[in-house]
C-alpha cells in the first residue's frame, strides 16, 4: 500500500443486501473536515449494526464504513487544536453515520467532535467504554442530578447485560445503590452479580400488564430497551422516582398513561449521547477515569479485528450480543 492508502470495513449495496468487507481506501477519498486521525481503536454499537444492515435511518447512502466510536493519534490539525500527536477520543455527531467512522484505519472530522484523552487513558481504554460507557454515564449522572441517593431504594437496569446496562449496573453499585439486574439471558445471572447487582432478575420482570398502576418497586432506574417494557417499568417506580431512558432495541413507541408521573411524579429523563456539547463529554469522560472507573468492565471486554466485525454486528441485531466488544485494526 502507498503512504495514503489503509485498511476499512466498508459496507456495500449488493442486489438489495448489504454486505462488509475489509477494502484498500486513499485518505484523500475521505470526508473533508479539520482533523485527520489515526485510529488504532473502535468499538461496537447497536447503531453500527443497524447501519451495516443498510438502516436508511442511519446511514443515508453507501457505500459507508460505520463505527460510531473512534480513539487514537491526531495526524493533521488545520486548526492546531486538537494538536498533532496528540491522542483524542470521537463518539457521536455523524461520526460512523453518514460520515465515514471507526471502522477504518483512518478518519477526518470537524475539530469540535474531539475530545482529548483523560490523563491516564489510552485509546484502548477509551474504547473499552465507548459511546455505550459514555451513555451509562450520562445515564446515572441525570439520576444524581435528580438527587438519586442509595438510601431511597433499589435501582432497575434494564437490559443488563448489554454494553450500556453492565456499565450501569457496575457504576451504580460501586455509587453504593441497590441494584437489580433485569436481563433476557439468564447465563449472564452469575457475571451480572460479579458487576454488583444484588439480584438478577428475568425480562418477565417488565412483562406487559393491563393495569395502569403496579406496585412501586424500584427508587430510580436506567432503561436501555424503551418500548413495552419501559412503559411497565414506569408504573413501579417510587413515588418521585426517575428513570434515565436511553435505548430502543424493544422499539421505539411507548404506550403508556399519565398516571405514573401525575399520581407518583415520576421523570422520565431522556439520554441523548450524540449531541450534547462537548464539554459534557468530556466530564463524564474525566469521571470514568478517575472516580467512576469500572475495572470489571474494563478486564471483560472482548477484542476483535476487521474480519470478526460481520457475525460480531449480526449478533447485536438478534440479540445475541453482551457485553464490551472492541475493534483492534492491528489485529
Known sequence: MSDTQFK????????????????????????????????????????DALSASGNKGVTRSFPHTPGIDAAGEVIESATGTPAVGSQVIVTG????????????????????????????????????YGTAGLTAGLCVQKLLTMGARPEQGKVA????????????????????????????KADHADSLRELGAREVVGRDAL?????????????????????????????????????????LVAGPQLQTTVLPFILRGVNLLGVDSVEIPLDEKEAV????????????????????????????????????????II?????
Not at 101 to 124: H, K, L, N
Not at 327 to 331: D, G, N, P, V
Open 207 to 247: 412483562a406487559e400488564e393491563k393495569k395502569p398502576m403496579l406496585k412501586p418497586v424500584f427508587a430510580n432506574a436506567v432503561d436501555t430497551v424503551g418500548g413495552s417494557p419501559l412503559a411497565e417499568l414506569l408504573k413501579q417506580i417510587k413515588p418521585g422516582g426517575s428513570v434515565s431512558c436511553c435505548g
Open 8 to 47: 476499512a470495513w466498508r459496507v456495500e449495496e449488493q442486489d438489495g443486501d448489504y454486505k462488509g468487507t475489509e477494502q484498500t481506501l486513499d485518505i484523500k477519498d475521505l470526508p473533508e473536515g479539520e482533523v485527520l486521525i489515526r485510529v488504532s481503536h473502535s468499538s461496537l454499537n447497536y447503531k
Open 327 to 331: 475493534l483492534e485494526h492491528s489485529r
Open 157 to 184: 437496569v434494564s437490559g443488563a447485560s448489554g454494553s450500556v446496562g453492565s456499565v450501569a449496573v457496575e457504576l451504580l453499585s460501586k455509587l453504593g445503590f441497590d441494584v437489580v439486574a433485569i436481563s433476557g
Open 285 to 324: 469522560w474525566k469521571k470514568f477515569a478517575g472516580d467512576w472507573k469500572c475495572d470489571k468492565a474494563e478486564a471483560s471486554v472482548r477484542r476483535i479485528g476487521r474480519a470478526d466485525l460481520g457475525d460480531a454486528l449480526q449478533a447485536f441485531l438478534k440479540g445475541q450480543s453482551a457485553g464490551k
Open 93 to 128: 455527531y455523524d461520526l460512523g453515520m453518514n460520515t465515514d467512522g471507526g471502522f477504518g484505519e483512518y478518519i477526518r472530522v470537524p475539530s469540535a467532535w474531539c475530545v482529548p484523552m483523560p490523563r491516564g487513558w489510552d485509546a484502548e481504554t477509551a474504547m473499552t
